[in-house]
């Protein structure tokens, strides 16, 4: 639907003409009295007898013969100039003979006057006669059929005449009754239509979005989704996705997880379930490393959990730092005994229960004791919280000690979106690895992809490009700031090089 122009008025009261009578009164008027000057000429006063010899006579004002008065001979001068107009008005009756077809002619005997009064009813509609003197600037002709307004009611807008059924709504073409409308251009709505149009409607609540104190339309608008919502969404409880952050229709319910998460629909189709569904994901992962020349000899678990393991993790965790307001993932370096998910809960309902989840007792063989990620995520979120761990892991496993926040957060923020963009950008991709190692990896995001959902879906990818924007417009200063110089310094110097660079300073290369 086409958007109506911003020249918008609202306008009241259209000008009605009432009781219009058209052109065509006038004309007959005129007409008639040339006509009847016609008959004034000396014929005696018959009128027509019925079988029984009595006169039957017309009303008055329908009357058109009429007795002629007496003349005297100073009346000469006057009746030539009258007959005259007789033979004028002879010629244009037989002129008219000839436009007419076969079988329509008019009859002008001479010696009987009553023939030419049967040339006021041709047994067809003849075009209109305009009498002599009358101007064709009295027609008014509608605006909305093009044709003569010949009587009744008329309005009048912006130097148009209409007739009532034909001033229409440019939206609905429904005529416009109501004493109010409103304009955009030179293009009259209802004003409900109107409103329709251009007043935005919430996503969340399918109603118009109230003004403000000030007149104006206040909303607010996902940055990446562009779903608008009132602004009383933000604080009255609406849910919104833990995954893509777009908040719940009332139309439509999501799925909420036993921590308390709540996922939607999209989010929910590739959702990886549980550690042992995540396991072919987190190798491919590895295998992707191994393809970039950063290959991770230690066998480093890895766990799906909940949202209350996690922070628990989090508060035994010396090391590290945690992306706020929630984290999504961990890379442990201490001894710890976590609650993993075990199995994928059945549904009930919009809700998931009966999960099971099991005691896992992790002990330190190396730098690195076990990568944690929350459960019920989006494979490519999921798949990207790996890449950003397992940096973690390969810079403890490789030595790097005692980096500043940005400089770690930052290039391992680098390793997660160069995995996203392989993912859904596959052909682009500048950073796709080098050995035939990637050939694993992707043939496994292909194969799990498929074997799960079908081919991966245009949904996934829009996920997959939002994840890879919240990675680059990330507002905090280690994620973000640190993506920012990170990906500015390898796509200068390259990645192996920018590493090179980190273990001898502790910072990115200017």
């Given at each position: ?49 019925d079988?029984?010899?009595r ?24 009746s ?39 040339a ?36 009048g ?31 009259p ?21 109230p ?14 989704w ?29 799925y ?21 569904e ?41 090391n ?30 919009h ?41 973690h ?5 490789k ?15 680098v ?26 990896s ?8 498929s074997?799960k959902k ?19 417009n ?15 310094a ?17 910072h990115?290369?200017?």
């Open positions: 639907m086409a958007s109506p122009s911003s020249d918008i008025n609202h306008l009241s009261h259209p000008c009605i003409y009432g009781d219009f009578v058209s052109s065509y009164s006038e004309r007959k008027s005129g007409f008639m009295k040339w006509f009847g000057k016609i008959f004034k000429i000396g014929s005696s006063s018959r009128g027509r007898s079988s029984s010899g006169h039957l006579q017309q009303p008055a004002e329908e009357n058109m013969v009429w007795r002629a008065p007496s003349r005297s001979l100073d009346d000469r001068a006057r030539r100039k009258d007959e005259e107009d007789l033979n004028r008005a002879i010629a244009l009756s037989l002129g008219e003979n000839f436009k007419r077809p076969n079988g329509y002619r008019w009859h002008t005997g001479s010696d009987d006057i009553d023939d030419y009064s049967k006021l009813h041709p047994p067809y509609t003849p075009a209109p006669l305009y009498p002599r003197g009358y101007s064709l600037a009295n027609v008014r002709i509608c605006g909305g059929c093009n044709q003569e307004i010949l009587y009744g009611n008329c309005l807008w912006m130097d148009t005449y209409f007739h009532p059924d034909c001033f229409r709504c440019h939206s609905c073409r429904h005529p416009i009754t109501e004493r109010e409308f409103s304009l955009s251009g030179s293009r709505y209802h004003k409900s239509c109107f409103k329709e149009l251009t007043h935005p409607k919430c996503e969340v609540c399918h109603q118009y979005i003004i403000n104190a000030a007149g104006l339309i206040e909303y607010r608008c996902h940055p990446y562009y779903q608008k919502y009132c602004p009383s969404h933000e604080y009255d409880n609406t849910a919104r996705c833990c995954s893509c952050e777009r908040l719940e229709s009332r139309n439509e319910k999501y909420r997880l036993d921590d308390g998460r709540i996922l939607c629909f999209e989010c929910m189709e590739s959702a990886i379930t549980d550690t042992g995540c396991q072919p994901l987190y190798h491919a992962i590895r295998d992707y490393y191994e393809g970039m020349n950063m290959r991770i000899d230690q066998q480093v678990p890895m766990l799906l959990v909940g949202r209350d393991a996690l922070n628990e993790a989090i508060v035994g965790e010396k590290g730092f945690h992306h706020l307001p929630e984290t999504r993932g961990l890379c442990l370096s201490e001894e710890q005994t976590v609650t993993s998910v075990h199995r994928w809960p059945r549904m009930g309902g809700r998931f229960i009966g999960m099971r989840t099991q005691h896992q007792k992790l002990t330190r063989k190396c730098e690195v004791t076990a990568i944690l990620v929350l459960y019920g995520l989006p494979r490519l979120l999921t798949g990207a919280i790996l890449a950003h761990e397992l940096m892991a390969w810079l403890r496993l030595g790097y000690r005692n980096l500043d926040a940005e400089v770690e957060e930052g290039i391992c923020q390793l997660s979106y160069m995995w996203l963009e392989s993912e859904v950008m596959p052909g682009s991709s500048r950073y796709m690895p080098s050995t035939s190692s990637a050939s694993s992707s043939s496994y995001s292909t194969s799990s992809s074997s079908g081919a991966r879906s245009q949904v996934e990818n829009k996920l997959g490009e939002f994840f890879m924007n919240q990675i680059a990330d507002s905090s200063p280690a994620y973000g700031g640190g993506f920012r110089s990170a990906i500015e390898v796509n200068k110097y390259g990645l192996r090089c920018t590493l090179d660079h980190i273990r001898l300073t502790g990115f290369p200017l």
